[in-house]
């Protein structure tokens, strides 16, 4: 019995042959049907494939939330050919490491960044780029619109095989470089079909996207199961909560996927109370925990958010909070959807599962990636022998089997949605020369989950400021990675081995954030 082609390029492909009339994506005022969107996808397969784009090339977007960034994933799933997006808030360094990490061929940039990458050119190895929306187009690019407009439609799209991998996201590491996640067609479309399994998505909904797309759950979540559905995308160049509770009105809103800062904004507008909100019948929320005030004052207005975990191993389909649960289960994670395994496993090796005993998170699941892009060390040690994938995340069930996120083994930091590594801060923090040792560590903030906090020993004799370490740090790191509080000690506290003890520093330092509020 043959399988339906369930590759990403594929599948939308048959829903536009199913759905043609009908309006896949709205941004900035235009509109295109799934028939047009499809035309563009393969025009733009094409642009690709006539500037040398083979089979398992990869092809990165950098820039703002636009169609490009859709078209290119799509374009590249038609040839055979792997989509990178890049984050556009990395520093120069960071993108250089990234690109020559995964071999780019073809760089597409929006206008506001190309001047960035032109700067960092050199160092790419890129064979050919071009840029999007921009009035005049700079020597060595070619126009992204006018290449697209001019090239008939991609005749046959390359067969691809569900196991190909389809994007190499790029997620930081606790080494302080970053890895490439492989996440292959099926992985994709089977994080789509477990999400599935306990969302409800209509033919006719409409969701409004503002999440970065260069994250996978602005790229592969509600979008995806969206169009899969036949519904409607209202994208957002990028988030801006006036302009979102604007837009749920004007467009009739249905779904909604933001992290909890993006919540916290919208709630906090003075029109809020008022709005309009009467056809959300599911926001999202995701990325880090919710404070229990802010889902409540959802509640209020009558919108049950749901939680969900997922990581960009994962496409990002792990763990999620029905609607059944969103008001009775605050704060909590969920339980995995259908096809995906979970378990938690004690410092001990052993499997938990009574309520309250934590465990790290460890997942199993045809969504799962198959591992780091050129780094089999990584691949390896992120796997145990059973094939399950270790999260480094720590959990607890309650007496109904709902986990609950409660910490984590690494010691990922999550500011506003973005993941921030430690360890990646701390080797450019500790080149000030100001700075004789430093750790980097989360502390709880009301605004953005947790704040990036810098606990630095100075040198003998010498003086530091915040102002002094962002300043020294932002042409090397990304804004959202700069240090957002600063504490002085005289040194740092380590067990007998030499490891600096951050959870005695979290403890310490959260009473001592609290004492002062």
């Keep these: 019995m043959s399988m339906p082609d369930i590759t990403v390029g594929a599948w939308f492909a048959a829903r536009a042959a199913r759905s043609p009339k009908r309006r896949a994506l709205t941004f900035e005022g235009a509109s295109w049907t799934f028939a047009e969107l499809a035309d563009r996808i393969d025009r733009l397969a094409a642009v690709l494939r006539a500037g040398g784009v083979k089979h398992g090339d990869r092809v990165s977007f950098i820039g703002f939330n636009q169609p490009a960034a859709l078209e290119t994933w799509f374009a590249c799933s038609r040839l055979g050919a792997i989509y990178v997006p890049l984050n556009f808030r990395l520093a120069g360094p960071e993108l250089a490491f990234i690109v020559q990490d995964a071999g780019v061929h073809t760089l597409i940039a929006g206008a506001e960044q190309q001047p960035g990458i032109e700067a960092i050119r050199p160092e790419l190895g890129v064979r050919r780029y071009l840029v999007t929306e921009a009035d005049g187009i700079p020597a060595g690019w070619e126009s992204y619109e006018q290449a697209v407009t001019d090239t008939a439609p991609l005749s046959a799209a390359d067969a691809v095989r569900p196991e190909e991998l389809s994007i190499i996201m790029y997620t930081s590491g606790t080494t302080g470089t970053p890895k490439g996640v492989m996440l292959s067609h099926a992985n994709l479309w089977w994080s789509d079909i477990a999400l599935m399994s306990m969302i409800d998505i209509h033919a006719d909904d409409v969701t409004l996207a503002f999440s970065p797309l260069f994250h996978i759950a602005g790229l592969n979540f509600m979008i995806g199961i969206t169009w899969m559905r036949g519904g409607e995308v209202i994208l957002h160049r990028s988030f801006d909560a006036q302009r979102t509770l604007d837009d749920i009105a004007r467009h009739r809103v249905n779904t909604l996927f933001g992290v909890p800062a993006m919540f916290i904004a919208i709630s906090q507008l003075p029109g809020f109370a008022d709005a309009d909100l009467t056809t959300v019948r599911m926001a999202v929320c995701g990325g880090a925990p919710a404070p229990e005030p802010l889902l409540q004052t959802f509640a209020d207005r009558g919108i ?5 975990y997922g990581l960009t191993e994962t496409a990002p389909a792990a763990i999620f909070l029905v609607a059944e649960y969103a008001l009775s289960k605050l704060g909590a994670a969920g339980q995995p959807p259908l096809y995906i395994e979970t378990k938690l496993i004690g410092s001990n090796g052993v499997t938990v599962t009574e309520p309250g005993v934590r465990g790290e998170v460890c997942m199993r699941g045809p969504n799962v990636t198959q591992g780091y892009w050129n780094r089999p060390e990584a691949t390896a040690a992120a796997f145990d022998e059973a094939g399950w994938f270790h999260t480094g995340d720590v959990g607890q069930y309650d007496e109904d089997g709902i986990v609950s996120i409660v910490d984590r083994v690494k010691d990922m930091v999550i500011s506003g949605g973005e993941n921030v590594y430690p360890a990646e801060v701390e080797n450019v923090l500790f080149g000030h020369p100001a700075v004789a040792e430093v750790a980097v560590i989360g502390l709880p903030d009301a605004r953005w989950g947790e704040a990036v906090t810098a606990v630095v020993a100075p040198k003998p004799g010498q003086t530091l400021t915040l102002e002094d370490l962002r300043a020294y740090a932002a042409p090397q790191l990304a804004r959202f990675k700069l240090p957002q509080r600063l504490h002085l ?29």
């Design 489 to 517: 000690v005289d040194l740092l506290p380590r067990n007998p081995t030499g490891k600096v003890l951050k959870y005695q520093l979290r403890e310490d330092l959260a009473h001592e954030d609290l004492a002062q509020e």
């Design 304 to 308: 049950g958010v749901l939680q969900g």
